[in-house]
């Protein structure tokens, strides 16, 4: 793999390619760079995880071009590129496995949410955990079935979070939520979720505002501020909440906490524990934003019109990752109405800001 990729990076310089795409917000020092040009085989990246070595795993549900089946890739702390898992278990109606969101549990083993809704919408979605030592995987479990569209993954102690983007109830249909598992429900294993926002793990529910792209995609992206608070975007209309907690991890209050303009969809969240931001990647935008807790004012670190990425700006932004004082991005390159993000192409990158101290 790692080849194939030096081999590509070489062949687009050889070419000579220039790529343009126009800056409409951000101080040039924010520009992205190319961070990683990718494989075929890893041509979709999604969730990213820092392990207990400072290498990035990188999920990567290959939705795209199918014939690739989903992987979990590694990047170590020198940038290269490995495979790390691809024996995650297919979903036996789809043949599928679909990693998203991804997070290290204060076990060490890799918490995965396989997404199925793209190819089954009877709550098929799951939560995996691909169980670790020394570093590598040496198994993969289901722990949780019956979602619908199982996203985003963070703990905080031993109290899991995962968002569902949609409930698709017919009387409600923009309706979305958060569950709460603790490490010994997931230890056991074999949790069967109830349908339609019945079931007790579900600790907050969200509902999705009119937009411009008529999408009633809820929650998304999950991150912990400095504060203690869970802060959660929504996909559709690019509010954010804001969840306390009581010292279980029960959800105390639920409030909208931002909805500005200027953020039209929020997909993945990931906080910088140095400086407090929490960034947020803005698909529909090709744009990064950051709030900084308690202060509810949202800024735009950067922006950029429709790309391929080829050259390190956005292309559909859909994950952010501070490793050290670098902000690493997944740009998920898909095909979904309303972006400026026109479709999938072949060049598939992760891209990088270099933050400031």
């Known amino acids: 793999m790692r080849r194939r990729v030096a081999r590509a990076a070489l062949a687009l310089a050889a070419l000579g390619l220039v790529f343009t795409a126009g800056c409409t917000l951000g101080a040039g020092r924010y520009r992205p760079r190319l961070f990683q040009l990718l494989p075929d085989e890893a041509h979709l990246p999604d969730g990213m995880a820092l392990d207990a070595e400072g290498n990035i795993i990188l999920a990567c549900p290959n939705y795209n071009e199918q014939k690739y089946p989903a992987i979990l890739v590694k990047i170590d702390k020198a940038n290269r590129l490995s495979t790390w898992c691809d024996t995650l278990p297919v979903h036996p109606t789809s043949k599928r496995c679909g990693p998203m969101g991804i997070a290290f549990g204060p076990d060490g083993n890799l918490y995965v949410a396989d997404l199925q809704y793209f190819f089954d919408k009877k709550h098929a979605s ?36 995962v968002s569902e983007t949609f409930f698709d109830m017919p009387d409600d249909p923009n309706k979305s939520g958060v569950f709460r598992f603790t490490l010994d429900e997931l230890t056991k294993g074999g949790i069967k979720l109830l349908p339609h926002g019945k079931d007790p793990h ?21 991150a912990f501020g400095l504060d203690g608070n869970l802060y959660c975007s929504l996909f559709g209309d690019g509010a954010i909440y804001k969840l306390t907690l009581d010292d279980k991890g029960n959800v105390k209050s639920n409030e909208l906490f931002i909805r500005d303009p200027r953020c039209t969809c929020g997909d993945g ?63 998920f390159d898909g095909n979904f109405p309303g972006l400026k993000n026109k479709g999938y192409d072949k060049v598939h990158t992760l891209s990088v800001i270099k933050l400031g101290d």
């Open 269 to 331: 969240m990931r906080l910088d524990p140095k400086t407090g931001r929490i960034y947020i990647a803005d698909s529909q935008k090709n744009a990064i934003h950051y709030f900084t807790p308690p202060s509810n004012k949202l800024h735009t670190l950067w922006e950029n019109e429709d790309s391929d990425g080829a050259d390190g700006l956005l292309d559909q932004p859909c994950e952010p990752l501070v490793r050290g004082r670098e902000l690493i991005i997944s740009n």
């Open 202 to 222: 579900l600790v907050a529910t969200f509902t999705t505002g009119p937009n411009p792209r008529k999408d009633n995609a809820g929650a998304d992206g999950l």
């Open 126 to 161: 799951r939560l995996l955990r691909v169980n670790v030592k020394d570093g590598k995987p040496t198994g993969v479990d289901v722990v949780v079935e019956g979602f619908l569209l199982s996203n985003a993954v963070v703990w905080k102690g031993n109290n899991c979070y």
